[in-house]
């Protein structure tokens, strides 16, 4: 009789702690993928090599090398191997941010908006974290919506290349903004939830919406509060 009561709460207890033990190590691997973010960025910014590149190529390396990398790392998300290429596409991330970054750091206040969109970034991850554990609410429905807006912003980015229009540009900003602030949490959520069991492409979902959250923060705090010579 108390082996049949105890059966379901030691099996939801096991639960429970599982995904606990998916989110705690996606956190501990998120962290870690900042060293070779940082680094990627530190070797673009100090060798200059997208700036010689020229934009055309380097953008067609980020599609290649970003979507070619996060092949690698869910074909390889079940084995220690999934951590190396996982690292290896945060370093390659980094590497493609040391444009923008390069170009911030032109400004006079450089530093202190890269410090600034940094904070920002932190800010939002922990509101984020903080909401996926109090919302009890499912979010799943939000990733069909979440994926159709983050697709119409890409699309609308590469026709701007084109275009070369500064309200496009802050349009795009702004949505991207947004949007990877809700991805955030729905892949948090997903994590807390037990939809994402796998704490490599847990850990790569969020570190993209890290991603972009602080490349859309910076760019606008570029545009809007920077001080040129």
Do not use: H
């Amino acid at each position: 009789m108390n082996d049949t009561l105890q059966t379901p709460y030691a099996y939801g207890t096991a639960i429970a702690a599982d995904r606990q033990r998916v989110l705690r190590n996606t956190y501990w691997l998120l962290a870690l993928s900042l060293v070779p973010t940082v680094l990627g960025a530190w070797v673009g910014v100090s060798t200059g090599i997208l700036a010689k590149m020229g934009f055309g190529f380097s953008t067609l390396l980020f599609f290649v090398g970003a979507f070619g990398l996060m092949f690698v790392i869910e074909r390889t998300k079940n084995s220690s191997m999934g951590v190396v290429a996982l690292l290896g596409f945060t370093f390659f991330m980094g590497l493609m941010l040391s444009r923008l970054i390069a170009q911030v750091l032109g400004l006079r206040n450089g530093s202190s908006l890269i410090m600034t969109a940094f904070g920002g970034t932190a800010a939002i991850f922990f509101a984020m974290a903080s909401l996926s554990t109090i919302i009890k609410r499912d979010l799943s429905s939000m990733g069909k919506f979440l994926f159709v807006g983050a697709l119409v912003v890409m699309i609308a980015g590469i026709v701007n290349m084109f275009l070369q229009s500064s309200a496009l540009m802050l349009t795009v900003l702004v949505l991207c903004l947004g949007i990877f602030s809700a991805f955030m949490l729905y892949d948090i959520k997903r994590v807390v939830d037990g939809g994402e069991t796998n704490y490599i492409s847990a850990t790569l979902n969020i570190y993209l919406d890290l991603y972009n959250v602080f490349q859309s923060l910076l760019s606008l705090l570029g545009i809007f509060g920077g001080e040129r010579d």
